[in-house]
């Protein structure tokens, strides 16, 4: 191999790395009718969102955007706040669900949401379970990024 097709591979390498890795935020598109949640997951999503977030909107439906996700070991879903669950500096409440024995879970421990302007679930997994990570700003020109690691019941940071 010549140096420069290795230069080219690792370049590659290094693209597909940071692509994987970016930092998502759900839209308006990111609802519970596109994540086609029955009643019963519905609510158990409300459940779990309701014992961390720190305010209660007139409409969770309107409030929380969703996404269905793989964990990687199992189904996930994603959820953020989009306006009243927001700070100034555009960070909102986040919530990772995984479903285990036919029920939604939250995998934030007890009333823990983490504030988050993006996330990212790593090709990495820990205990079967993709890591998530969170950037969260902290001013206009200042993020601090964050990674979960799955312990086996709650994702905790590490």
């Known amino acids: 191999m ?11 390498l290094c693209l597909t790395t940071a692509l994987c890795s970016q930092m998502q935020s759900l839209s308006r598109n990111d609802s519970f009718a596109a994540a086609k949640l029955s ?47 927001c700070g100034g500096t555009g960070n909102c409440q986040a919530w990772v669900f995984r479903k ?27 205990r079967g379970i993709r890591d998530f990570s969170i950037t969260a700003n902290s001013s206009a020109t200042d993020s601090k990024r964050t990674t979960f690691k799955f312990d086996g019941q709650f994702y905790r940071a590490e």
């Open 100 to 126: 285990s024995d036919g029920r939604w879970m939250s995998m934030m421990p007890g009333d823990q949401a983490p504030l988050a302007s993006g996330f990212a679930f790593s090709k990495t997994q820990t």
């Open 39 to 85: 009643p019963a997951e519905t609510r158990q999503i409300l459940e779990g969102v309701e014992q961390s977030a720190y305010d209660t909107p007139d409409s969770w439906q309107t409030e929380l955007r969703l996404r269905r996700v793989d964990l990687g070991g199992s189904p996930g879903i994603v959820v953020q706040g989009s306006s009243l669950l």
């Open 2 to 12: 010549t140096i420069r097709s290795f230069c080219v591979m690792v370049s590659v």
